[in-house]
């Protein structure tokens, strides 16, 4: 009788992360689109930070709280490095004062703009259209080609 600690990784069932990310994948191909992806996710996430954190901060505190535990359930090594980012992103939209607003806003309706160009250059839809899920994904593709290169396992 087989023990399923002995069966190989290569017949073991993929990762929800790896799922995740393979799917997010296929619509994410393009040269120039995955490079504007690098440049529009880390600045959404910014900017959504920062609106949220004119709001109220609690309210951005409790969205990047919840966001951890989603990350936390996919991967020790991508929820330690978005708490980082994080935790930057918190504290330069402090620095922004009254003008947190406006500043986020201006960001966030500029690095949306990129995105759907950097879609319409693939040719296919953002993923997040099929499941809102991918907005959160998107961030961990991004450190994925990163961590690849790297070389560091997620």
């Known amino acids: 009788m087989n023990d399923i600690a002995n069966i190989p990784e290569t017949f073991a069932e993929p990762r929800k992360v790896d799922q ?3 799917h ?3 619509s994410h191909r393009h040269p120039r689109n995955e490079l504007i992806h690098f440049i529009a996710i880390p600045l959404i996430m910014l900017s959504l930070v920062g609106m949220l954190f004119a709001l109220h901060p609690y309210v951005a505190y ?3 709280a919840a966001s951890m535990v989603y990350y936390a359930r996919l991967s020790a090594v991508f929820f330690m490095t978005m708490a ?4 930057l992103f918190l504290g330069l939209v402090f620095t922004m004062g009254p003008l947190v607003l406006p ?3 201006g960001i966030f309706v500029g690095a949306w703009v990129l995105q759907f160009i950097g879609h319409k250059i693939e040719g296919k839809k953002p993923s997040f259209f099929e499941d809102i899920q991918y907005l959160w994904v998107g961030p961990l593709f991004v450190l994925s080609k990163l961590f690849a290169r790297l070389g560091i396992r997620w």
């Not at 980082?84 to 935790?87: F, G, I, R, Y």
Request: with cysteine.
């Open 20 to 22: 995740l990310l393979t």
């Open 24 to 26: 997010y994948g296929e």
């Open 103 to 105: 500043i986020c806003i």
């Open 62 to 64: 409790v969205f990047v």
């Open 84 to 87: 980082v980012w994080s935790v």
